[in-house]
């Protein structure tokens, strides 16, 4: 199964309403996780269940889709949440994809 | 306090061996489940194996499978990745990842610091 992030990257603004889409080469349901990963660092857990944030993870980050389409937003972006994000699939599990990426940077 | 720490990595020629090491601590080993992961230098990350809680099943990615052995010894609360004919593209950073289950697998809840493998003449 394989995962397409989009975009690659993008630059906003603190403040700014974020999206970032990940469809899936078939549908794997609801077996979709989020994470974030800053530079150096293991990445996090942010979401799982196509919709259920993690515990700790803050509000602002949200989830949703089914199927082969899922979004991750980031409702009012943050100076900490300038960071790379990575959609993964556990639907074929054991055997997990992670998307490519998306890198958000500071406009 | 949970944690995971790994170690074994370092610098080797291709065609080389190295063993990876995930020692884990603050949790029941027995009862959770460790994935190996990595990432490549400025790119993404590729999942690379995995063993069941009792050692009976093991997978691996195609691009390891038949190179690399995955083991776990629960007397030492360590999970293992033995490295075998090591090529240049596998140069990366490795991590165990604690897989983090409701109903089903649903992520990697807690992951180490990860350690750098790199293969080069």
């Known amino acids: 199964i394989q995962l397409t992030q989009s975009p690659s990257s993008l630059s906003a603004s603190v403040g700014d309403r974020v999206t970032i889409t990940c469809r899936a080469s078939?549908?794997?349901?609801?077996?979709l996780a989020w994470y974030q990963q800053k530079p150096g660092k293991a990445p996090k857990l942010l979401i799982y269940a196509a919709s259920t944030l993690q515990s700790g993870v803050p509000s602002r980050f949200s989830g949703s889709g089914s199927g082969t389409d899922f979004t991750l937003t980031i409702s009012s972006l943050q100076p900490e949440d300038f960071a790379t994000y990575y959609c993964?699939?556990?639907?074929?599990?054991?055997?997990?994809?992670f998307g490519g990426g998306t890198k958000v940077e500071i406009k | 306090q949970v944690n995971l720490v790994e170690s074994g990595g370092g610098v080797v020629q291709p065609g080389g061996s190295l063993r990876l090491s995930c020692a884990a601590s603050?949790?029941?080993?027995?009862?959770?489940?460790i994935h190996w992961v990595r990432q490549t230098p400025g790119k993404g990350l590729e999942w690379v194996s995995f063993?069941?809680?009792?050692?009976?099943?093991?997978y691996y990615a195609d691009s390891v499978k038949g190179r690399f052995t995955i083991s776990r010894d629960s007397s030492k609360n360590t999970l293992y990745l033995q490295m075998s004919s090591l090529r240049v593209e596998d140069t990366a950073v490795y991590y165990c990842a604690k897989v983090m289950t409701t109903v089903t697998p649903v992520g990697f809840d807690l992951w180490g610091r990860g350690t750098l493998v790199t293969v080069s003449s």
């Open positions: 993964q699939q556990l639907n074929s599990y054991p055997r997990l994809t």
């Open positions: 063993i069941r809680y009792d050692g009976t099943n093991k």
């Open positions: 603050g949790f029941t080993f027995t009862t959770y489940v």
């Open positions: 078939q549908d794997i349901s609801s077996y």
